[in-house]
């Protein structure tokens, strides 16, 4: 039996976190984000023709939501889990009566809510320098919850991996980041060149971006069935990894 006062409150402790924060947690990538529609929208998105019949200021709504999403959602719950393993209290954590499915529920639960959160405030945001549709808004959602599930436990196991501060940032700063401006955020796979163009669908997260822009326009540059496939793929292996961790107590009793 799952205890759901123990969740409530470990997922609880993390939001009223993320609104102590609010200032960086929120408007930081907002302001990102109306700059990016600035630049690529309004200044370049001008002289750029329609892709796949979709105006660029539009088109590039899905990719700049994902580069929010990922980046805020694997910071948010890697800080979430080192936090505790920083100051000593995991330990309390560790000894009480709380199992790993209400730990786990608590910590993702919370960083999968403050992913939504940022993502209507994205998409508000977004409304107000372009008319973007959604023509599958029940699969927009189902895909945009799977992927904040994926990297909050993604997030957690760097939380658990990270030593220091420098390492609980060099992934999201140095990888993810990169990855999610070169998977495709800005522009279709199919305007590069031989070879880059398939060279490009090694980086997974064109599949991300590929399957959120489905949802959104019903076209993309990946059959959408593949990026669900991937999404999974990717959220059952963090899965495990994080009941390796509990399992074996690595980095969390040492």
Same mark, same amino acid.
Not at 91 to 106: R, W
């Given at each position: 039996?799952?205890?759901?006062?123990?969740?409530?409150?470990?997922?609880?402790?993390?939001?009223?976190?993320?609104?102590? *924060?609010?200032?960086?947690?929120?408007? =930081?990538?907002? +302001?990102? %984000? !109306?700059?990016? /529609? @600035?630049?690529?929208?309004? $200044?370049?998105?001008?002289?750029?023709?329609?892709?796949?019949?979709?105006?660029?200021?539009?088109?590039?709504?899905?990719?700049?939501?994902?580069?929010?999403?990922?980046?805020?959602?694997?910071?948010?719950?890697?800080?979430?889990?080192?936090?505790?393993?920083?100051?000593?209290?995991?330990?309390?954590?560790?000894?009480?009566?709380?199992?790993?499915?209400?730990?786990?529920?608590?910590?993702?639960?919370?960083?999968? *809510?403050?992913?939504?959160?940022?993502? =209507?405030?994205? +998409?508000? %945001? !977004?409304?107000? /320098? @372009?008319?973007?549709?959604? $023509?599958?808004?029940?699969?927009?959602?189902?895909?945009?919850?799977?992927?904040?599930?994926?990297?909050?436990?993604?997030?957690?196991?760097?939380?658990?991996?990270?030593?220091?501060?420098?390492?609980?940032?060099?992934?999201?700063?140095?990888?993810?980041?990169?990855?999610?401006?070169?998977?495709?955020?800005?522009?279709?796979?199919?305007?590069?060149?031989?070879?880059?163009?398939?060279?490009?669908?090694?980086?997974?997260?064109?599949?991300?971006?590929?399957?959120?822009?489905?949802?959104?326009?019903?076209?993309?540059? @990946?059959?959408?069935?593949?990026?669900?496939?991937?999404?999974?793929?990717?959220?059952?292996?963090?899965?495990?990894?994080?009941?390796?961790?509990?399992?074996?107590?690595?980095?969390?009793?040492?």
């Amino acid at each position: 039996m799952i205890n759901w006062r123990s969740t409530w409150s470990i997922y609880t402790r993390e939001l009223l976190r993320f609104l102590r *924060t609010a200032f960086q947690s929120v408007l =930081a990538p907002v +302001l990102t %984000t !109306a700059l990016y /529609f @600035v630049v690529f929208g309004a $200044a370049i998105g001008g002289r750029m023709p329609d892709l796949n019949g979709v105006d660029y200021g539009a088109f590039i709504v899905p990719g700049l939501l994902m580069l929010t999403l990922l980046g805020e959602t694997t910071s948010n719950s890697s800080f979430g889990i080192y936090m505790p393993r920083f100051t000593g209290t995991i330990y309390e954590l560790l000894s009480a009566p709380v199992g790993v499915a209400e730990t786990l529920i608590g910590f993702v639960g919370a960083a999968m *809510t403050k992913s939504l959160i940022l993502a =209507a405030i994205i +998409l508000v %945001t !977004a409304r107000i /320098f @372009v008319d973007y549709s959604i $023509a599958h808004p029940l699969l927009a959602l189902i895909y945009i919850m799977l992927v904040a599930a994926a990297f909050s436990l993604f997030g957690f196991i760097l939380g658990i991996w990270a030593d220091n501060f420098e390492k609980l940032g060099i992934i999201p700063m140095l990888f993810l980041t990169p990855l999610t401006f070169l998977g495709g955020t800005f522009y279709s796979i199919e305007m590069l060149p031989k070879p880059w163009d398939t060279i490009a669908l090694a980086n997974p997260i064109v599949y991300l971006v590929s399957g959120l822009r489905w949802t959104f326009y019903g076209s993309a540059d @990946v059959d959408i069935r593949i990026s669900f496939a991937i999404t999974l793929g990717f959220l059952a292996i963090c899965v495990a990894i994080v009941a390796y961790i509990f399992k074996t107590g690595w980095r969390l009793r040492a």
